[in-house]
């Protein structure tokens, strides 16, 4: 069997200063001086994930197996409902085919390199400007958006242990086929001004107050009570949530493969938290728990392409951006490394959805704050069981 040459991969922003193609915003400034800090601390925590390598590659081995044990991919939206018989799919240097499925048993590949579907925590400067604080707690966060459907399979390890880390709560968000982030759907993300999706059609549940409980200091909400929401258009939830890892340290989310705006590429945002609180409404206390890892991930070009070229992701007016034009994810490719995730189609086109892998190395002794302050107030859309998935 062949596999993809060997990269080790940086999850999430490399903080360089004087970043362009970042849309406004979207990172601090980074003075020079600490430039040289942080590529230290990258390269310190990449050498403690790279002693991980065995286990991480036995992680996604494993995780891969048993979905070709289980003969056909979860998605269940507009058909996606099984392969050809007798193939799987997946991906090698950008080229997404099918192949024949031998034994859906086959042992682990030995590794002595991390792969290329494996992330290590770099040091982030900022979750970006389109976080919204306390989202729901769901898998499903596709609501009615158009576009392919994306299974996103996502492991974790903790680089201290090397063990898979189980209850850790993985949170992600993205913007739609068009280029709009829920809750700033009127919100420019750069020139040219941005291109509002249509709104989401499906029926609302009850409407709960989901923003920070007021409190004293210390409580929830902080000193105070409740930051401002800052920058908001709208209270729609569309393509965020977060959901925890099961006992071996994965989860899966079903979303669809984002668009573009204009200045960046494709990606999704996600973060990671241990000691996390759900509240009864269903969401989750941001700033509450412990915050490990804040990130982004990224996708081929050549898969990207396939993407943008279809009618619902082509009906925008915003200018696409290519992964070689992104100075986010070129400062994350540094040195080698590579933030992509390992992606394969479940049929023959694209049209019938993807399935991505991506294993996020976790220190968790590093501990990261969220900068945003907006809050959404409403929820709209009732919370999805995290059981089942698996």
């Known amino acids: 069997m062949v596999f993809p040459s060997l990269k080790f991969v940086t999850f999430g922003l490399v903080a360089m200063g004087g970043i362009v193609g970042a849309h406004p915003g979207d990172d601090e400034f980074i003075h020079p001086a600490d430039v040289g800090r942080r590529q230290l601390e990258t390269t310190g ?12 590659a036995t992680h996604i081995a494993a995780r891969k197996a048993k979905r070709a044990l289980a003969g056909k991919p979860r998605m269940h939206r507009r058909g996606i409902d099984s392969l050809p018989q007798g193939t ?20 682990a590949p030995t590794y002595t390199n991390i792969q290329n579907t494996t992330c290590v925590t770099a040091p982030e400067v900022t979750e970006g400007p389109y976080y919204i604080n306390n989202e729901l707690v769901r898998n499903d966060i596709r609501e009615d958006q158009g576009g392919i459907d994306l299974l996103l399979d996502i492991g974790v390890i903790d680089t201290t242990t090397c063990q898979p880390l189980e209850d850790a709560f993985v949170e992600i968000w993205s913007c739609n086929a068009t280029g709009s982030y829920a809750g700033f759907t009127q919100v420019s993300l750069g020139p040219p001004p941005n291109n509002t999706a249509p709104l989401p059609t499906g029926t609302e549940t009850a409407t709960t107050t989901r923003g920070p409980p007021t409190g004293g200091p210390g409580g929830p909400g902080g000193p105070g009570g409740p930051p401002p929401s800052q920058g908001m258009s709208d209270q729609l939830t569309f393509l965020r949530g977060g959901a925890p890892t099961n006992e071996n ?8 493969y984002p668009g573009f705006y204009t200045g960046r590429t494709i990606h999704i945002h996600a973060m990671v938290q241990t000691n996390y609180t759900v509240f009864s409404n269903g969401t989750v206390a941001s700033k509450l728990g412990d915050l490990h890892h804040i990130g982004q991930i990224f996708f081929d070009d050549a898969l990207n392409d396939q993407v943008v070229s279809l009618p ?5 007016t915003q200018t696409r951006t290519l992964n070689e034009q992104d100075g986010i994810l070129q400062g994350a490719n540094t040195g080698g490394y590579n933030t992509y995730a ?7 086109s694209i049209e019938d959805g993807v399935l991505a892998y991506i294993t996020i190395g976790v220190d968790t002794s590093r501990h990261v704050n969220i900068s945003s302050t907006n809050y959404a107030q409403t929820i709209t859309w009732e919370a999805t069981p995290t059981t089942g998935l698996f």
């Open 45 to 56: 925590r990449h050498i403690q994930a790279r002693n991980c390598a065995p286990q991480i």
């Open 88 to 107: 799987s799919p997946w991906r090698r240097h950008g080229q997404i085919v099918a192949r024949a499925v031998g034994d859906a048993t086959a042992d």
């Open 249 to 256: 340290g994965i989860l899966e989310f079903k979303t669809i």
């Open 312 to 316: 619902t992701y082509s009906n925008t």
């Open 342 to 348: 390992d992606a394969e189609l479940f049929g023959e």
